[in-house]
Nanobody, 129 residues
Framework: QVQLVESGGGLVQAGGSLRLSCAASGRTFSSYAMGWFRQAPGKERKFVAA????????YYADSVKGRFTIARDNAKNTVYLQMNSLKPEDTAVYSC??????????????????????WGQGTQVTVSS
């Protein structure tokens, strides 16, 4: 069983930055593809960003492209989401997720097709105007 724990959320003014972390348990983290999702109140959960098991492939939702960066440190079993130029519409609960079959995918595999089996509880990000 994989456990994912997010941290780093908080309250920030528009234009500010936050870095979210997602710490994973288990010795096979380096083989997982990872993703970040967010859910605003009353809305459905939406994809934010994904990263391949090696970190060589990343993918972003259009709404965050150029402002957010996903990265991972396999030695620390952690994936990060650096969020810059935050906007009020970025306010949401942010969750990380793991696809344990990540190492089986080629570099050309579409990150939107990752299938996430494990989810964290989420961390709140609030951006004030």
């Amino acid at each position: 069983q994989v456990q994912l724990v997010e941290s780093g959320g908080g309250l920030v003014q528009a234009g500010g930055s936050l870095r979210l972390s997602c710490a994973a348990s288990g010795r096979t983290f380096s083989s997982y593809a990872m993703g970040w999702f967010r859910q605003a109140p009353g809305k459905e959960r939406k994809f934010v960003a994904a990263i391949s098991w090696s970190g060589g492939v990343t993918y972003y939702a259009d709404s965050v492209k150029g402002r957010f960066t996903i990265a991972r440190d396999n030695a620390k079993n952690t994936v990060y989401l650096q969020m810059n130029s935050l906007k009020p519409e970025d306010t949401a609960v942010y969750s990380c997720a793991a696809d344990p079959r990540g190492a089986f995918y080629s570099s050309s595999y579409n990150p939107l097709d990752y299938e996430y089996h494990y989810w964290g509880q989420g961390t709140q990000v609030t951006v004030s105007s």
